[in-house]
């Protein structure tokens, strides 16, 4: 871990960081979601099925790639390399295992999802690898509601489920609470996520194992690209594009920064 140059793919400096206090983790965070992309691309490829690369959690191969090859991932790989971030850095923090649920309170697999929590004055959820909404700031443990730029609210409640301790909720202007996942609050080491991330990167009913596409926050909203489509939402405005599939590695550079070939392959 080379804590300096992880910090510059975020465009932060140690300074930035020194105080190891809740503003460092929140500028920590805020930079980081708005820097670098969640995409499944190393998994299905370009729309062509180009550049299948797989996942890996092992963590030189994660600062590798999202580091110093400026990519993005999906949570085992993002809050993976950010949390061995925070503790070089010198916070206090956990890899917990959350569970996102679908419509019957199913979690296919379990440990579906990968989150981290700091110990400050109290315990915050800091998470960079959820897609739309994204989370943008720590949030307390504690049912204190925090709204973020984009208007989104935020929470965690305890949860009324016997298999988990907390519920990290959301709320979009003029909705309700709606449920983001579940977590329990008890440590574990990046290995207890291979088998579900191996599950989750090769089974055809996984939702990252369809189409290619990519997602960042942006001051306001975020952007979203698909095969055939860019999305661009800022507060309560938002445009669609189409993209034609010889412009969409074009548009994968320009909107998130990421290049998966070279001049000359892309050319090919």
């Not at 070089?88 to 296919?108: N, P, Q």
């Not at 700031?137 to 709204?147: F, H, K, T, W, Y």
């Amino acid at each position: 871990m080379n804590a300096d140059r992880y910090l510059e793919r975020l465009g932060l400096t140690s300074a930035d960081v020194a105080a190891l206090d809740h503003g460092a983790l929140r500028r920590l965070q805020a930079t980081h979601v708005r820097t670098v992309p969640f995409e499944n691309i190393a998994i299905t490829g370009d729309p062509e099925g180009n550049g299948v690369e797989g996942v890996t959690l092992d963590l030189a191969d994660l600062y590798a790639k999202i580091v110093e090859r400026e990519r993005g991932g999906f949570c085992y790989e993002l809050n993976g390399l950010f949390g061995w971030l925070l503790a070089e850095l010198g916070f206090e923090t956990d890899r917990l295992a959350g569970r996102v649920l679908d419509e019957e309170g199913r979690a296919r697999p379990p440990a579906n999802h990968h989150t981290n929590v700091v110990t400050l004055d109290r315990r915050y959820v800091v998470d960079v690898g959820v897609a739309i909404p994204t989370i943008r700031q720590p949030l307390p443990l504690d049912g204190s509601v925090r709204e973020d730029e984009a208007g989104v609210a935020w929470r965690v409640v305890e949860s009324d489920r016997p298999d988990a301790d907390y519920c990290a909720q959301f709320r979009n202007p003029g909705g309700d609470w709606q449920r983001r996942y579940v977590f329990r609050d008890r440590p574990v080491d990046l290995d207890f996520f291979r088998a579900s991330c191996e599950f989750l990167a090769t089974a055809p009913e996984s939702p990252f194992t369809s189409d290619p596409f990519a997602t960042i926050a942006t001051p306001a909203g975020h952007r979203k690209l698909e095969p055939g489509t860019l999305t661009i939402v800022e507060g309560s405005e938002t445009r669609e594009r189409p993209v034609d599939p010889r412009e969409w590695h074009d548009a994968l550079q320009r909107e998130f920064g990421i290049s998966l070939f070279t001049d000359a392959e892309h050319s090919d």
